[in-house]
């Protein structure tokens, strides 16, 4: 019956970091390129804008999936071990959040350090204007190096996050 309700509760916090975490992205991206407007470039049916948004959200979804798992696997110690604390519960869940949002933090660089070694690996190339024209090979290629990127990067991420994440001392989970 545990395995049910925190199966829910994985579903459910999942879900919701989801949505953070694309809605933040999409947004944050819209701040960060204001010149280019991707939402006009949407209207114009630019399918290089899709695409190089999509490797982008794509990536950082990789890339926070990895702090997901840890951080539930704490919480249900927590919840099911033999000290039911609410202080050391909540200390849990809150660095939880922070392990995530540190997770989505370090997508992001990832994601600006795909941007930067596009430029240096096709130095000819002006993204945004080739972008801009619905270039689809270059945005094609781009979201590859965005999505590659953020595989590699992926692994780090979960082992800073399984280090930072305070498991319980050994002996402390009951064996029923």
């Known amino acids: 019956m545990h395995q049910i309700f925190f199966g829910i ?6 879900v919701l970091i989801s949505f953070v ?9 819209l701040a960060v390129t204001r010149k280019f407007d991707e939402e006009k470039q949407f209207k ?12 982008a959200i794509l990536g950082e979804a990789l890339i926070v999936k990895q702090a ?17 604390n609410l202080g050391n519960f909540l200390e849990v869940l ?5 392990y995530v949002l540190l997770s989505g933090f370090l997508a992001l660089l990832g994601i600006l350090f795909s941007f930067w070694l596009f430029n240096k690996m096709t130095p000819g190339i002006d993204q945004y204007e080739e972008i801009q024209d619905n270039n689809t090979a270059v945005a ?13 990067i992926s692994s780090g991420v979960e082992g800073l996050t ?14 029923r």
């Open 9 to 14: 509760i994985e579903f459910l916090v999942s």
């Open 21 to 29: 975490l694309i809605f933040g992205s999409y947004r944050l991206f």
């Open 44 to 55: 114009r049916k630019n399918l290089s804008v899709g695409i190089v948004l999509g490797g």
């Open 68 to 84: 997901i798992f840890p951080v539930m696997s704490v919480i249900q110690i927590y919840v099911l071990g033999q000290e039911k």
């Open 94 to 98: 809150g660095l939880s959040i922070g």
């Open 140 to 152: 094609v290629f781009m979201a590859v190096v965005i999505i590659a990127t953020c595989l590699l």
């Open 162 to 175: 399984r280090a930072l994440i305070p498991f319980p001392e050994v002996g402390t989970i009951p064996l």
